[in-house]
């Protein structure tokens, strides 16, 4: 068992591209979260995916930010026209059915925005 | 407010001395609790769930609930300095009609040889 799987580690672009973080949830896993992690905010909140469906997306930014679940294989995370404060490890989580199970996290992606 | 609050923000210890950490929650409904930790550059790892009051024990961590005050502590036995990490307290909360899990900002525990 490879745990989460997030590709990549760490990601570089400049203001005003777009960033697409990859995520490979345990096989078996219906459930996947995606957090970001900050220094000063801690872990926030972004997206949960149940059965591949958004479930809960009040933690996403309204704006320039998107995930999707194409397949219970891989999720992704979208950020468009990114800006420094975008700055952070963004963490994606599975876990068997929902948030009331303990989740196993990846490693995270580093997204740093210059 | 903070739902999930955590105490002390860092903590040093000597390798074989008990660590506690501790944790308090604004919303007693909660019956779901967590311990997790992070080493630097790594996702995050989970230690101990316990869902009543009391006490619950995984390996040298043990989880003490107390709904009525509030409180949620991690106690580690002989920590060692493969125990050096943040820890973060995690509580799980209906919300927007699904369980919502709410972190804590995490304690930086260092263990000295």
């Known amino acids: 068992n490879a745990g989460v799987i997030q590709t990549p580690r760490h990601k570089v672009t400049g203001k005003g591209q777009e960033a697409t973080l990859w995520c490979e949830p345990i096989?078996?896993?219906?459930?996947v979260f995606w957090y970001r992690q900050t220094i000063v905010q801690g872990l926030e909140f972004l997206t949960y995916?149940?059965?591949?469906?958004?479930?809960?997306d009040s933690g996403m930014p309204k704006e320039r930010f998107s995930a999707q679940m194409p397949n219970q294989s891989h999720s992704t995370l979208k950020i468009q026209s990114t800006q420094p404060q975008d700055s952070a490890v963004y963490l994606c989580?599975?876990?068997?059915?929902?948030?009331?199970?303990?989740?196993?996290f990846g490693h995270g992606t580093k997204l740093s925005v210059l | 407010q903070q739902k999930v609050q955590q105490s002390p923000e860092s903590l040093t210890v000597s390798e074989g001395a008990m660590a506690s950490l501790n944790c308090t929650f604004s919303?007693?409904?909660?019956?779901?609790f967590r311990w997790y930790r992070q080493h630097s550059g790594k996702g995050l790892e989970v230690l101990v769930s316990?869902?009543?009051?009391g006490e619950k024990e995984e390996g040298r961590f043990t989880a003490h609930l107390n709904r009525a005050s509030l409180h949620v502590s991690l106690h580690i036995r002989e920590p060692q300095p493969s125990d050096s990490a943040v820890y973060l307290c995690?509580?799980?909360?209906?919300?927007?009609?699904?369980?919502?899990?709410?972190f804590g900002d995490g304690t930086q525990l260092v263990v000295k040889p």
């Open positions: 096989s078996g896993h219906s459930a």
């Open positions: 919303d007693g409904t909660s019956d779901n």
């Open positions: 316990i869902f009543s009051d």
């Open positions: 995916f149940r059965n591949q469906a958004p479930i809960d």
């Open positions: 989580a599975s876990s068997f059915t929902g948030p009331n199970e303990r989740l196993f």
């Open positions: 995690a509580m799980s909360l209906p919300m927007y009609n699904n369980n919502r899990i709410f």
